[in-house]
Nanobody
Framework: QVHLVESGGGLVQAGGSLRLSCAASGTIFSINVMGWYRQAPGKQRELVAT???????NCADSVKGRFTISGDTAKNTVYLQMNSLKPEDTAVYYCNARLRTRYNPLFDDYWGQGTQVTVSS
């Protein structure tokens, strides 16, 4: 059993900042990648940013220069620092982890329950 627990969402004014956290726990053997995706009403879920176990990061063009992803491999935790937030950043943000459990030799994707981020203009 694997659990991804997110925290840090909320309501903020445009130009403000929020920091999201996601901790993975359970029967984890190894994590390959952790990241954040978001889904706005009426839109498809989209990639925000990812970080590998080796520390390589990738960000969507729409958030480059404003959002920073980081990971703590010892804690199986990923963070998303969001600065200069815009109303178009409003969405439910989902944590994702591609990992292996102790009982499955294959990597698989796991998702958190989502946390709402609302940016007011």
């Amino acid at each position: 059993q694997v659990h991804l627990v997110e925290s840090g969402g909320g309501l903020v004014q445009a130009g403000g900042s929020l920091r999201l956290s996601c901790a993975a726990s359970g029967t984890i053997f190894s994590i390959n990648v952790m990241g954040w995706y978001r889904q706005a009403p009426g839109k498809q879920r989209e990639l925000v940013a990812t970080v590998t176990s080796g520390g390589s990061t990738n960000c969507a063009d729409s958030v480059k220069g404003r959002f920073t992803i980081s990971g703590d491999t010892a804690k199986n935790t990923v963070y998303l620092q969001m600065n200069s937030l815009k109303p178009e950043d409003t969405a439910v943000y989902y944590c994702n982890a591609r990992l292996r459990t102790r009982y499955n030799p294959l990597f698989d994707d796991y998702w958190g329950q989502g946390t709402q981020v609302t940016v007011s203009s």
